[in-house]
């Protein structure tokens, strides 16, 4: 099956989705940029459900790279798919864990059913990671990673995240 990818410049709390992709921090609990959007929009919920991943097997926390579901609480979405990229680092390579971010959302996704799944440009905020790199590693993985998902929609919060993107499936 071919995953058609879409971009949307906006806000992924409000993708009615079968999934939204959660840039998580290892913790689960929120924290800012799209984990505090999706904590905050989708309510208590969200937390209950992260509280609970981290009491049966993530007592230490979800490993960068991993990812994990739960309910979207009051999102659109069916579910939230929570995923810790990596913090970028000019002397160490840690490509292949941003694209496990993407490569382990997507099986999650398979498990769930979900058919269209959203993604944040996971590591370009607070982790700093490069948006043009980011978004080739991105865009490379989900085209070259088997899954039953139709549609992988690329929600970008402003513009020049946007063009960036733009220029790469275009």
């Known amino acids: 099956m071919s995953t058609s ?3 949307i410049q906006g806000d992924i709390t409000e993708q009615a989705v079968d999934a939204v992709v959660n840039a998580a921090n290892s913790s689960l609990l929120g924290g800012g940029g799209v984990d505090g959007a999706i904590h905050r929009r989708g309510g ?3 937390l209950d459900a992260c509280r609970d991943l ?3 097997q993530y007592g230490r926390g979800l490993p960068t790279g991993q990812a994990v579901a739960t309910t979207a609480g009051r999102l659109p979405a069916h579910g939230v798919i929570h995923t810790v990229g990596p913090v970028y680092s000019a002397s160490e390579d840690r490509s292949e864990l941003l694209a496990s971010c993407y490569r382990e959302s997507l099986r999650v996704a398979d498990a769930l ?3 269209t799944v959203a993604f944040p440009a996971i590591s370009t905020g607070v982790y700093r990671w490069p948006m043009d790199d980011a978004a080739r590693i991105a865009v490379e993985t ?3 990673t088997e899954t039953a998902v139709g549609e992988v929609r690329f929600v970008l919060f402003d513009e020049p995240a946007f063009a960036v993107y733009t220029a790469l499936v275009r």
Do not use: D, K, N
Request: hydrophobic share 45%; aromatic share 0%.
């Open 54 to 56: 981290r009491a049966a």
């Open 44 to 46: 208590p919920e969200i």
């Open 142 to 144: 989900v085209r070259e």
């Open 113 to 115: 059913g979900a058919r």
């Open 5 to 7: 990818l879409t971009l």
